[in-house]
């Protein structure tokens, strides 16, 4: 077809089919492509068209030539839908990455104990320089795993704010370590009746805080004060008597609070068999007091000295039977045993090291028994779970001799009385007990009792 072109004035006629119309040609200018969420980005486009059409690819829309979005952590895509008056439409694409860092740590950390704090950069790369800074000369350098994540092991002294950063991009949200104060509180002396004795505490760090001290002797109260770390009481020793110590923290900022509790007992310096007097009751008293089985005496006697041997076992001291220094010193602040198992809550343990017996009684140690297991050359006392299916009243005669109220728990072991149990392992296999126990053992663990032997 023939096209003619007609000039009027300045204008140019066209007749024939209309020429095709071209989309709008545009660039896209934006403030920023990279930066710590959240990012402030702002988008322009350059050219002309009818209408702008942005889609920012995290959900959010916005029209206009000039537009301005906050992104969140992440790698988005921006894309820009312009569309001149005759609808033909452009698009334009642009990335932009918001770069965050997570931080999370343990709320409290012991003090010069090692803590861990882990973390993330998103979106996510590896090998990515990052540092996390604390308090002042903390500062810790680390890297991205593949996956994104990272974490620093540090040692905590001080309290306060860590962070995470990488160079001046992004920053994580701080996160805040208390310290639990390292209380150390001792007794300087033997503790034996007009001996020098006393009571000493101290806090690190020092400026951790001061320390509240509460003394009480046989209940009454004697010191009640707020001292500064280190700390030095003498305690009266003129007369028998049960001291008990508190000693708390009052803490400092970014300090928590830490609290010792001790008893510590005036006492004569020595007692072995056949000894007498109060000493000697407060020993069985305080001995009974810690579940040991122990007769309510003023008289050193063959029943206290089973409860001075079980005491030693279990503290790992030397089976002597005397109670020494280093007896006292260990009765101020014992070990307590635990149950080994919790099922069921009321059992009875037999620990072949240690030597002793276990009563337990609602998942605790109600009654510790000094025993004496195998020793004897080809004799061995069986290790395992088993019930009590067989008891007899009295004594009971059997081929390596009379078993007093045994208790037996599997084929001829039983837990038996006898009236030799020495401090270590002396049986064909049974386990001994001493004979002023036995009945109590007999009458207290019925048919069925759970018996572990370890």
């Avoid at 039977?321 to 919790?342: E, H």
Wanted: charged content about 20%.
């Amino acid at each position: 077809m023939r096209r003619v072109f007609f000039v009027l004035g300045v204008a140019l006629l066209s007749f024939g089919p209309a020429a095709a119309a071209a989309p709008p040609d545009l660039t896209v200018e934006v403030s920023r492509t990279n930066g710590g969420a959240p990012l402030k980005v702002t988008f322009t486009a350059v050219g002309e068209a009818a209408s702008y059409r942005w889609d920012f690819g995290d959900g959010s829309t916005a029209d206009g030539r000039s537009v301005e979005h906050t992104y969140q952590a992440g790698r988005w895509t921006a894309s820009l839908t312009a569309r001149s008056a005759d609808g033909d439409a452009a698009t334009k694409t642009v990335s932009v990455t918001a770069r965050g860092l997570t931080l999370t740590g343990p709320e409290r950390v012991r003090y010069a104990r090692w803590a861990v704090l882990r973390g993330a950069l998103i979106p996510a790369d590896a090998s990515v320089p990052l540092t996390v800074a604390g308090p002042p000369g903390v500062n810790l350098q680390t890297r991205t795993k593949q996956d994104g994540t990272f974490a620093v092991r540090l040692r905590v002294f001080r309290p306060g704010l860590y962070t995470a950063t990488l160079a001046d991009v992004a920053s994580s949200a701080p996160v805040r370590l208390d310290v639990v104060p390292q209380l150390r509180t001792g007794l300087v002396g033997s503790g034996a009746r007009g001996a020098r004795l006393v009571f000493a505490a101290s806090v690190r760090p020092k400026d951790a805080g001061d320390l509240d001290v509460t003394i009480t002797r046989n209940g009454g109260v004697v010191a009640d004060n707020t001292f500064r770390s280190p700390v030095r009481i003498k305690l009266d020793t003129r007369r028998l008597a049960t001291y008990r110590i508190r000693v708390s923290v009052q803490p400092n900022e970014g300090f928590t609070n830490a609290v010792h509790i001790m008893r510590a007992s005036v006492v004569l310096p020595r007692l072995a068999y056949g000894a007498r007097g109060a000493a000697v009751s407060q020993l069985a008293a305080n001995l009974y007091e810690l579940h040991y089985a122990t007769p309510f005496t003023t008289m050193f006697d063959s029943r206290l000295l089973d409860a001075v041997y079980a005491f030693q076992k279990v503290q790992g001291l030397d089976r002597t039977g005397v109670v020494d220094a280093a007896f006292w010193r260990q009765l101020i602040a014992p070990r307590r045993p635990v149950p080994r198992y919790l099922q069921p809550a009321s059992h009875i343990e037999i620990d072949k090291t240690h030597q002793v017996l276990y009563v337990v009684r609602g998942g605790r140690v109600a009654l510790i028994v000094p025993v004496s297991t195998a020793g004897l050359a080809g004799r061995f006392t069986p290790v395992g779970r088993f019930s009590i299916y067989r008891k007899v009243a009295g004594f009971d005669p059997s081929p390596l001799g009379t078993l007093y109220d045994p208790m037996y728990f599997t084929g001829g072991y039983a837990i038996h009385g006898n009236p030799s149990v020495p401090p270590y392992p002396a049986s064909h296999g049974c386990v001994r007990v001493p004979m002023w126990i036995a009945p109590h053992l007999y009458e207290t663990n019925p048919y069925g009792e759970t018996v572990y032997v370890y």
